[in-house]
């Protein structure tokens, strides 16, 4: 069992470095000096290509060289800063960001209120760089290519990849790198966790341990890194904290994003897609129901929306029960690999084939938040984007003393979004939970 999470652990935590480097002299200024930061912000998400963190300072007169940390320093962008922090529970983070934006809050005559917008490098070196050239093979091995490559953002952070199964041939034509890989993301499929032609569809996301290229079934396959339990009893140091968990929450908001003509419009329990191949003229329409390939599917609960949907809104017969429709051109003989008898022989197979894939991963990426909920729990530093927590709440009932965990809402959640609030009187973390399906399954129990 992990250390547990108190709620004495939202006391002020250890704010160790932030070291800002000028640009034009090479020297260093620490900004907890004189002035002192009175808010540190830190950000993770899998929606998001880059860690962020934002830190407000009270900028002195006197911070360097009798002048400010803005104009003596100076402060004008790109600046290399260097933050190391801990939580109470001796948990450090250590990261390198970039000034990406300057926010003056306030001004007098000796001294203001500045915030700082840091970014990842790569996040920012990433509007420099054109990809040029061609990609073969699996789409892993692409975006590995492109992260890594001192030609193209050579970033030599940790990178952790799942590997894919089917394999992609592309010119991006002057697309950005991040742009290329999560165009990728969409036309992946996963060799550990998704089968073809039921699942795909990944994430490509930065936490502080480095970048993840993750499928969405991936994530839900993990083990619960943490569980959390919320309930109205104070955790007395933790001896009030129920056997099995580690975190009491302190506040609990749960969001439904089950709108079903949104859903249906997004086409997330059914989407059609029809191709044509202009090398022989072949048309086809393609239809999978998500309710047909739940069992294959890694699941955060234990049932799809589309399961619980009003017999009044399905549709029996052929090509009948969709909600949205795509197009597509199957790309027949287009940029085969090999030697030139080898492409000639290659001649006749589709570069993508979008039967077992384009379908399957517009469904997933809009059932993945199908249901959301915000909490907040004392600071927790070890805690990441896109790992996978256990998260109960009771069930509201008249009885105030109910203990009874929801068994609807209550199993598996991905954090979708993670920030970490540090100021002199307080530490806490917010956690933006999501998960693609309800109920929980019997070995959550």
């Known amino acids: 069992m992990a250390n547990k999470i108190i709620s004495k652990f939202a006391e002020p935590s250890f704010i160790k470095q932030i070291d800002i480097l000028s640009n034009e002299t090479g020297e260093t200024l620490s900004l907890l000096g004189k002035g002192g930061v009175s808010q540190l912000l830190y950000y993770e998400s899998i929606l998001y290509d880059s860690v962020k963190s934002k830190v407000t300072f009270a900028d002195s007169g006197n911070a360097i060289n009798n002048k400010t940390a803005l104009d003596g320093l100076p402060i004008c962008g790109s600046e290399k800063v260097s933050l190391k922090f801990a939580d109470n529970n001796n948990v450090e983070l250590k990261l390198t960001l970039y000034v990406n934006k300057i926010n003056p809050l306030y001004d007098d005559s000796t001294k203001s209120l500045v915030q700082l917008e840091l970014e990842s490098k790569e996040f920012v070196l990433n509007d420099k760089i054109r990809l040029n050239q061609r990609?073969?093979?699996?789409?892993?091995?692409?975006?590995?290519?492109?992260?890594?490559?001192?030609?193209?953002?050579?970033?030599?952070?940790?990178?952790?990849?799942?590997?894919?199964?089917?394999?992609?041939?592309?010119?991006?034509?002057?697309?950005?790198?991040?742009?290329?890989?999560?165009?990728?993301?969409?036309?992946?499929?996963?060799?550990?966790?998704?089968?073809?032609?039921?699942?795909?569809?990944?994430?490509?996301?930065?936490?502080?341990?480095?970048?993840?290229?993750?499928?969405?079934?991936?994530?839900?396959?993990?083990?619960?890194?943490?569980?959390?339990?919320?309930?109205?009893?104070?955790?007395?140091?933790?001896?009030?904290?129920?056997?099995?968990?580690?975190?009491?929450?302190?506040?609990?908001?749960?969001?439904?994003r089950v709108n079903i003509q949104k859903k249906f419009e997004m086409g997330a329990y059914s989407t059609r897609t029809i191709v044509f191949d202009p090398f022989n003229c072949y048309y086809e329409i393609i239809n999978p129901i998500a309710e047909n390939t739940k069992d294959s599917l890694k699941t955060g609960?234990?049932?799809?929306?589309?399961?619980?949907?009003?017999?009044?809104?399905?549709?029996?017969?052929?090509?009948?029960?969709?909600?949205?429709?795509?197009?597509?051109?199957?790309?027949?003989?287009?940029?085969?690999?090999?030697?030139?008898?080898?492409?000639?022989?290659?001649?006749?197979?589709?570069?993508?084939?979008?039967?077992?894939?384009?379908?399957?991963?517009?469904?997933?990426?809009?059932?993945?938040?199908?249901?959301?909920?915000?909490?907040?729990?004392?600071?927790?530093?070890?805690?990441?984007?896109?790992?996978?927590?256990?998260?109960?709440?009771?069930e509201l009932q008249t009885d105030t003393k109910n203990d009874a965990i929801n068994q609807q809402s209550g199993g598996l959640y991905i954090i979708s979004d993670l920030c970490h609030y540090i100021t002199p009187k307080e530490t806490f973390t917010k956690l933006v939970l999501a998960r693609d399906s309800s109920g929980r399954k019997n070995s959550q129990s």
């Open 301 to 394: 609960g234990k049932d799809l929306p589309s399961r619980r949907i009003n017999k009044e809104f399905i549709r029996e017969g052929y090509n009948k029960e969709f909600s949205r429709t795509q197009y597509m051109l199957i790309d027949t003989g287009t940029l085969p690999t090999g030697d030139t008898k080898q492409q000639i022989q290659k001649s006749k197979e589709p570069n993508f084939d979008p039967k077992r894939i384009l379908n399957q991963s517009s469904m997933r990426y809009n059932q993945l938040f199908a249901f959301t909920c915000t909490i907040l729990i004392p600071g927790d530093f070890s805690l990441h984007a896109g790992d996978l927590v256990k998260f109960d709440a009771p």
């Open 135 to 256: 990609f073969d093979g699996l789409p892993s091995d692409t975006i590995n290519d492109i992260f890594t490559n001192p030609v193209f953002l050579g970033s030599d952070k940790t990178f952790d990849i799942e590997p894919t199964q089917n394999t992609v041939s592309c010119i991006p034509g002057q697309w950005k790198p991040m742009y290329t890989i999560n165009w990728l993301c969409k036309w992946s499929v996963s060799a550990e966790h998704q089968k073809l032609g039921d699942s795909a569809g990944y994430l490509f996301f930065e936490t502080s341990e480095g970048y993840k290229f993750k499928s969405i079934d991936g994530l839900f396959a993990q083990t619960p890194k943490k569980k959390i339990i919320f309930n109205n009893t104070p955790d007395s140091r933790g001896e009030n904290i129920p056997a099995g968990y580690d975190i009491k929450a302190l506040e609990y908001e749960k969001d439904n």
